[in-house]
């Protein structure tokens, strides 16, 4: 395991996540859909790197974190069906100009997102990463 790759995957993810709640509380919920979208991927990304699972594509790391976190019953599948629909619904907020989402629709959104957040940061303590290091950056 690369920790720097680890580590530089989950603080992407942690700002992505950062920017998203900035976008919600403004109103933006195409683009704060967009944003815990890559938060999510990040995040997911953080966990494949941990086996030395690096990824090319967003659909490699949907793909490749089904076959190895929850085929391997290390991470339960509803959080690869989150990943899913955040890609959904991502490519909705950014290619459907005709779709307005809702108040409702971007909290709701933002909330899988932090959850995935707490489950893989669970997930990435369990496997011997230091808490400490998974703390937001200070700017």
Request: aromatic share 8%.
């Amino acid at each position: 395991m690369n920790l720097d790759l680890v580590l530089a995957e989950w603080h992407r993810g942690l700002e992505s996540l950062e920017a998203a709640r900035i976008l919600t509380d403004e109103g933006l919920y195409a683009d704060s859909i967009s944003r815990d979208y890559y938060a999510v991927l990040h995040l997911a990304k953080s966990a494949l790197l941990v086996h030395g699972i690096e990824t090319e594509s967003h659909s490699s790391v949907r793909r490749l974190f089904g076959y190895h976190l929850v085929q391997s019953n290390e991470i339960e599948r509803d959080w690869a069906v989150c990943l899913a629909e955040c890609l959904d619904n991502r490519l909705a907020a950014d290619y459907d100009s005709e779709i307005i989402f809702s108040e409702e629709e971007g909290l709701l959104s933002y909330r899988r997102a932090k959850d995935f957040q707490k489950r893989i940061h669970q997930y990435l303590t369990s496997k011997g990463i230091n808490p400490a290091l998974l703390k937001k950056r200070k700017k």
